[in-house]
C-alpha cells in the first residue's frame, strides 16, 4: 500500500520557519522524483520544490527561492521542506508527490499538511 505521510505544518509568525517531512511507503522511494506542492484557498495547486531521485537536482518556484530548501534522505525514504522567512503569502496546504517516468508514469499525492503563517 502506498502511503505518503505529510507533517510538520501549524502555524507560525512572518519571518519564522518550519521543516516539513514527508514519509513514503509502498514504493521505490530512491526512484523516484520528488515534489512539493501548496495549495491556498481558492487557489491552484502550485510546484514549490523538485529534488530529482538522486537528490542532485533541485528546483524552486520563484516565489520561494533563497527561503525553501527541499532535501531527500533515501534511506530514510523522507523528502523535506525547511522553510525559512515565511511570508503571509505561503499559507497554505503543503502536499507531496511522488512521480517516476519509466515505460509509464507512476505518481501518488500525499493528504497534506497546512502552514498558517500569521501573527
Known amino acids: 500500500q502506498v502511503q505518503l505521510v505529510e507533517s510538520g505544518g501549524g502555524l507560525v509568525q512572518p519571518g519564522g520557519s518550519l521543516r516539513l517531512s514527508c514519509a513514503a511507503s509502498?514504493?521505490?522511494?530512491?526512484?523516484?522524483?520528488m515534489n512539493w506542492y501548496r495549495q491556498a484557498p481558492g487557489k491552484g495547486r502550485e510546484l514549490v520544490a523538485r529534488?530529482?531521485?538522486?537528490?542532485?537536482?533541485?528546483n524552486y518556484a520563484d516565489s520561494v527561492k533563497g527561503r525553501f530548501t527541499i532535501s531527500r534522505d533515501n534511506a530514510k525514504k523522507t523528502v523535506y521542506l525547511q522553510m525559512h522567512n515565511l511570508k503571509p503569502e505561503d499559507t497554505a496546504v503543503y502536499l507531496c508527490?511522488?512521480?517516476?517516468?519509466?515505460?509509464?508514469?507512476?505518481?501518488?499525492w500525499g493528504q497534506g499538511t497546512q502552514v498558517t503563517v500569521s501573527s
Open positions: 508527490y511522488a512521480q517516476r517516468r519509466w515505460t509509464r508514469v507512476e505518481d501518488y
Open positions: 509502498g514504493f521505490t522511494f530512491s526512484t523516484f522524483a
Open positions: 529534488i530529482l531521485s538522486d537528490g542532485g537536482t533541485t
